[in-house]
C-alpha cells in the first residue's frame, strides 16, 4: 500500500503525515476558492456605482469569503504542519489516535464542502457576514437552506476540531519520547499545545451557539428572535469564542515564527521561557476580553472599561513576544533564503495589526473606528498578513522535509516581495478609508474613496495572481527539485536528523533524548515499511455519512435516513476492528510528568469530558441568560400549589390561564435511575478488574436496561407536555427546556450504544487483557449523569 499515488491509499490513510499532507492540500484549495471570491469583490469596490453584484450576491461572497479564511484555511493550515511535524519533533511515531486523527480531516473536508454548497443551494448561502449577527441569521430575514447548511457546516467542523484538540493534547502530552522534557520540547509544538488548549475552550461554545440558532432556524424555537435572547445572547455566544479564535490562528503562526527566526539566525531563541510565560498569559486573557466586540451595544459603561483595559494588557504579552523575536534576530547571523523573509513579513504585518489593535481597543476610537475599514484593515494585518505570510514560511520551510526536494530560491524570493507589496496594497490603503463603512457593496463618487480603492483593488490583484507563482514552484520542484538531504537549513528539532521524505514509521523505535545529543536506539532507516494496518475506510465513510444527514435535515428528511444509516454502519465497522485487535494500542508513549499513570485513552477522554462540560456549560448559561431576561417566566414552585403539581397537573398563572410546570415525581424516579445506572457501570469496571466476566456482563446489562429506562420515561414524560401545548415553538420556556435536556439525551443515547458494543465485547470475551474500554466509557457515563444531577434542579425545581 506504499504506492505514492494510489487513491486508496490516501481516501483511508491513517496515517500523520498523509493526514497532514491531505490538511495542506485542502486548505490550500479552500484558500484558493476563499481568495477568488475576494477578488471578485474587489473588482466591484475598484469605483463607485459599481453593480456587477447585487447587494445580496456581494454580501454572500463576503460572508463565505471570511467564514472560509478565517475557519477553512488558517487553522487548517496550522493542522497541516501540525499534523506532518509535531509528532516528529517530540519524536512519537504518530498520533495517540490515528484513525480519529483522520476523522478530523474527513470531516473537515466535507465540512468545507458543505459550506461551498451552501453558497450554490437555491437562495443563495449565507449572507450575514462572518459574525453572523442574531437577528439576522434567523429565518425570518435570512430564509434561504444556504444559510442552515452553513450552519451546520460550521458545526460539522466544530466536532471535527475537538477530536483534534483531543489527539494533539494527548499526544503531546503522552507520546513525548524518553527525555524531551516540556523544558526541552520544541516551540512550534508548543504553539501548537497552546492553539489546541484555546480551541478546547473555544469551539464548544460556538456548538453551543450553533446548536441553538439550528434549533431556531429548523424546530422553530425562538433564541434569537425574542426579546429574551436576541441579539445580545448571540453575540456573547459568537465573541466568547471569537476573540480567542483569533488567538488561536495567532498561535501556530508564532510558533512557526520561533522555528524559522532561530534556523535562519544560527542561534537559538533568545527569551524561551518568557515567549511560554507570555503565551500561556495570552490564552488566559484571550477569554476576558470578548466585550470589547460589543462596546456599541447596551453594554454598561463598567462592563465597557473592563473590557478596554483587558484589551489593551492582552496586547501586552504580544509585545514580550516581538520583542524576543526581534532581539534574536539582532543577536544573530541572519541568511535571508525564502522561508526567513516570510517570517520577516509576518513580523512586520504583526506590528501594524497589532498598533492598530490597541487603537481599537480604546472606547472613545472604537465608536469611530467601528463597522469601517479601518477595522478591516487591522484584522487583515494580524489574520491575513501575520498568519499567513508565516504559513506560506512554513511551506517554504518544511517543503524540503517533506517531498525530499529542493524548491527554486530564486521564485520564492519573488514570491515574497511582490506578495508583500501586494499585500500591503490592499490594507494600507484602508487605514485612510476610516470613514468608509465595511459590508457596503457600492458607494457613491462624491464619498472621495476611490483612490485607496483603486489600489486595494490593483494590490489584491497582485497578491492573488502571484500565487500562481508559488503553485509553480511547487509543482516544478517536486519533480526537479534538487535533492534535500537531512537537513537543508542546519535546524536542531528532531524532523531534521531524519531523511527527507521521512519513512513511514518515522522512527524504528522512539529516539532518546539527552541532554547534550539525541540517540536513535536502532538508527532510522529509509526502508521502514508501511504496515496495511493502519488503512481505515471508516472515517471517510462515518464524515460521507454525517454529510447526507445534514443536508437530509436541512432539505430532504429522506437523505437524512440513509445518513444516519451509512454513520451507523460505519461505526459497527470501526468497533468491528476494534474487536478483532486491529489498531490496538500501539506501545505507549513515555508518559512523563504530570501523566506518568494516566493512559493516553482516558487523558483523552477527560480532554473530551472537558470540551462537553464547555458545551453544557454554555447552553445552560443561554438558558439561565434568557430566563432572567425575560419577564414572563413560569414563577418557581408556589407551596400551595405543591400538590397539584406532584402530581403533574397544571398551575394557575398569576394572569389566569393555565401554566405547565414540569413533573417532579417522574424527573425524581429518572434521577435515581440513571443515578442507579452510575453505580452499575461501576460494578461492572470493578468485576472487569477483578476478572469476573459474570459481574461485567451483568453489570453492563443493568446499565444499559437502566439508560433505556430513562429514555423511555423521558419520551412518555414529554408526550404528555405536548399533549398540555408545552411545545417547542410555545415559548422560551419550553424551548430551552427541550433543547438542553434533549441534548443530554442525545448524550444518553451515544452512552447507550457504546455500552451495547461492551457488551458484545464481553460476550466474545475481549477483555482477557484489558478494561480500558469500561472504564472510560464509565467516565463518560458517569459525567452524562452528573449533568443531569444539575439539569434536574434547574428546571424541574427553580
Ligand atoms: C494587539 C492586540 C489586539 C487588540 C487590542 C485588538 C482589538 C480589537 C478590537 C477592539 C476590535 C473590534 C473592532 C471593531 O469591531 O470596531 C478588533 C477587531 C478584530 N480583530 Fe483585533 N485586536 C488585537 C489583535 C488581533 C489579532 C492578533 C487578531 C488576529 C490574529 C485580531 C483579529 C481581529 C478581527 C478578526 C477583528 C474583526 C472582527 C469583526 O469581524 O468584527 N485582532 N480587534
Ligand atoms: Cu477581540
New binding site residues.
Partial sequence: MSETFSLKRWLTTTNHKDVGILYLVTSFYFLFFAGFLAMNFRVQLFSPNQSIFTASAYNQAVTTH?LMM?LWVLSPMGFAFANYVVPIQIGARDMAFPRLNALSYWLYLFSGLLLVSSFFLPGGGADV???AYAPLNTTKYTPQVGMTVAAMALITLVASITMSTINFITTIARERAQGMTWSKMPLFTWGILYTVIMMLFAFPPLGAGLLLLLSDRILGTMFFTSNAGGDLLWENFFWFF?HPE??I??APALGILFEIVPAFSKRPIYGRKFILGAFALASVISFIVWG??M?ATTETALVKEIFSAT??A??LP?EIVTIYLIVTLLKGSIRLSTPMLFALGAIYMFII??IT??F??SIAL?YQ???SYW?VG??HF??GG??IFALLGALYFWFPKITGRMYNEKLGKIHFFISAIGFTMIYFPMFFLFDMPRRIFTYPATAGWDFMNHIATIGGFTFGSIQLLLLANMLLSLRRGSPAGTNPWGGWTLEWLIPSPPPAQDFEVSPKIGSEEIVFPKGVSAELEDVEESYTPWPLTIAIGTTLGLLGVAMFLPLAILGLAVVLASLVGWFRDNLRGKFAAKAEGNGMWPFEKVSHEKLGTWVFITAEMMLFSMVVSGYVYVRSNSATWPSPLLVSNILTHLQGGTIAAPGGGEMVIHNIVLGTINTLVLVTSSLSMALALNAIKKGNMKGLKIGLLATFALGAAFMVIKGYEWAGLYAEGFTLTSGLPAASYYVTVGLHGAHVIAGLIVIAFLIAKSYKNGFTESYKGVENTGLYWHMVDVIWLFLFPLFYLL
Fill in positions: 471570511g478565517i457576514g462572518w459574525t471569537g483569533v488567538y490562528l495567532l470589547h466586540h462596546f484589551s489593551v492582552i496586547s504580544f495589526g497589532g489593535g490597541v481599537n481597543a472604537d473606528f467601528r463597522g477595522v487591522h484584522f494580524v489574520m501575520t498568519v
